[in-house]
């Protein structure tokens, strides 16, 4: 007959017995002790070592705008892992791993939505991951359309990408933005440049643009009439 023990809480009497599943790491002593018809016995033991398997705590979301350096994302590995790869990261954005910690860092070049991987590395147990949304924003430059003056008015300046839900800010400070993008309060021959934002990322400063005064309008003709003569016509002159 034969008795095993496999020290995780299970025994078995067939000369093979099924294969064994340890819920922790660890050393663990595996015994058998066979025992013939005369009843004599014989015991035999063996030592194995349960590796664990790889962990990682949670990946997290975050909103971030684009060229500006994000704010770091960390996760702690450990069980049996000690590296980790990554996939699905923003361009300009990247991972790396120092005393069991991965952190993504760096600087978005590219808005969009991205949805990334982080895989462990280590033993050859099981490995994990874990995954999370990047949202990278950027807010368009502002294109300012310009109309020459006239006679009657000042020339006008507009934003032809006007956005509602933007915050537009000047520089020097002095305009405003009303409804469709139309630009007041501008002194003209004073260069402006508009940035827009969302209350957490800006633009790219707009190109410089000014708006010319109001045209000079030309004085009122005086004219002058001389009567005719007995000698010649009548003549007029300004």
Do not use: R
């Not at 120092?98 to 991987?117: H, K």
């Not at 827009?196 to 004085?219: E, H, K, M, V």
Request: proline share 9%; aromatic share 6%; charged share 0%.
């Amino acid at each position: 007959t034969y008795n095993w023990n496999f020290n995780n809480g299970n025994t078995s009497t067939l000369p093979t017995p099924p294969n064994q599943t340890y819920s922790s790491p660890g050393t663990y002593l595996i015994s058998l002790t066979a025992t013939s018809a005369s009843n004599c016995t014989s015991t035999s033991s063996q030592t194995v070592t349960v590796n664990p398997n790889h962990t990682i705590t949670a990946g997290a979301n975050q909103p971030v705008c684009v060229n500006v350096a994000m704010t770091n994302i960390t996760m702690t590995l450990g069980g049996g892992a000690t590296g980790a790869t990554s996939s699905g990261l923003p361009p300009g954005v990247s991972s790396s791993v120092s005393g069991g910690v991965v952190t993504i860092s760096g600087t978005p070049t590219a808005a969009g939505t991205y949805n990334y991987t982080i895989t462990t590395t280590g033993n050859a147990c099981t490995v994990a991951t874990t995954t999370g949304t990047i949202i990278v924003v950027s807010i368009p430059t502002p294109t300012i359309t310009t109309v020459p003056p006239t006679c009657a008015a000042n020339g006008t300046a507009s934003v032809s990408n006007y956005n509602p839900s933007f915050t537009y800010t000047f520089s020097p400070t002095g305009p405003t933005i009303g409804a469709g993008g139309a630009i007041s309060g501008m002194t003209p021959g004073t260069n402006y440049t508009l940035i827009a934002g969302n209350g957490t990322c800006n633009s790219i400063a707009s190109a410089q643009f000014n708006i010319a005064a109001q045209l000079t309008t030309p004085a009122t003709p005086t004219i002058t009439v001389i009567p005719p003569t007995c000698s010649a016509n009548g003549s007029a002159s300004i």
